[in-house]
């Protein structure tokens, strides 16, 4: 693939590892060919690095082929998906899933990475919804604009949200910044 093809979540195989670029850049000095400025991340081992291309150079595409699964359960430092239509299960190492481990619930529908048929990492869907399970009671009188309090949700995973919450109550948490959206009613 030629370097100008590039663009955000682009996979790349770099000395026999596969990248995803995470941020993309295109400058173009005063003279002189334009130069093209990534940040990259290891899909393996999630190191990130800075490079820059020249525009014409040749970039090699990473055999990465992405699969519909569903969360089955996690052992310690593994996570279970199962293929819904084939049932075929695959196990996901703890240092793979990452930071997307804290919102794997039961049944989610998630995209697993396979490059060179291998599980190398996951994709959540942007939104999940999930449940309270421990959050103190809003104090009355306490309705400061935009004041909040900590809540555990039902994986432990713990967020900021406002002080009308309380246990039990549904929410929608954006995976991408772990941050409450809003509260969900049934």
């Not at 999630?46 to 020249?54: F, K, L, M, N, S």
């Not at 930071?99 to 396979?114: P, Q, W």
């Not at 109550?169 to 772990?178: E, F, S």
Request: negative net charge; hydrophobic residues 35%.
């Amino acid at each position: 693939m030629d370097v100008s093809d590039l663009k955000k979540n682009s996979k790349l195989e770099i000395d026999g590892q596969p990248w995803v670029v995470t941020d993309f850049q295109f400058v173009k000095p005063g003279k002189g060919q334009g130069l093209y400025k990534c940040k990259i991340k290891n899909m393996i081992t999630g190191a990130v690095i800075d490079r820059t291309w020249r525009s014409g150079e040749r970039l090699t595409d990473a055999d990465v082929e992405s699969r519909k699964f569903e969360f089955l359960f996690s052992t310690g430092d593994a996570y279970t998906f199962m293929d819904s239509a084939t049932y075929e299960q695959v196990e996901l190492q703890a240092d793979l899933a990452g930071d997307e481990a804290k919102f794997l619930m039961d049944n989610l529908s998630v995209d697993i990475l396979f490059y060179n048929g291998r599980p190398v990492g996951l994709t959540l869907p942007s939104h999940v919804t999930m449940e309270v399970a421990q959050c103190e009671p809003g104090v009355k009188g306490d309705t400061a604009t935009g004041a909040t309090k900590g809540a555990t949700l039902q994986t432990g995973y713990e967020v900021q949200v406002p002080l009308f919450i309380k246990i039990g109550d549904k929410l929608k948490i954006d995976t991408r910044t772990g941050a409450y959206v809003e509260r969900v009613n049934d």
